[in-house]
């Protein structure tokens, strides 16, 4: 009962990495990290368990909702998403039964620079 309470009051941060390349065949890529909300980690206690990510998926989908890309989070929270073609997506998150994130979607830009 306890981890479930802990589980339910996710955020979920998303620092955009942007790795640019000469190459226009090289995808660019975004990334982040998807961690506990701060609310959260100051009801945590030190004798817990770390939280494994590893469950929870992010997604990168067009604006009209078509999904290109998926991947696993690793343990620590960390994601990367490559991304072939230029435009504006959506990276949603979700995770097993019981767990939130604020916010689950969020909208990135890939530009002519490969910047996500």
Not at 4 to 9: I, S
Not at 90 to 97: D, H, Q, R, T
């Amino acid at each position: 009962l306890t981890r479930v309470l802990y589980l339910v009051a996710f955020l979920a941060t998303f620092a955009s990495v942007a790795i640019a390349y000469s190459d226009p065949e090289v995808p660019t890529g975004c990334g982040g990290f998807v961690e506990a909300s701060p609310a959260l980690a100051k009801l945590r206690k030190s004798s817990d368990p770390k939280l494994d990510y590893s469950h929870v998926k992010v997604e990168l989908h067009t604006v009209e909702g078509i999904k290109k890309q998926e991947t696993d989070c690793a343990p620590n929270g960390y994601f990367f998403l490559p991304v072939y073609d230029k435009g504006t997506f959506v990276i949603k998150v979700s995770g097993p039964e019981g767990w939130s994130f604020e916010p689950d979607t969020v909208q990135v830009d890939v530009d002519e620079n490969n910047q996500c």
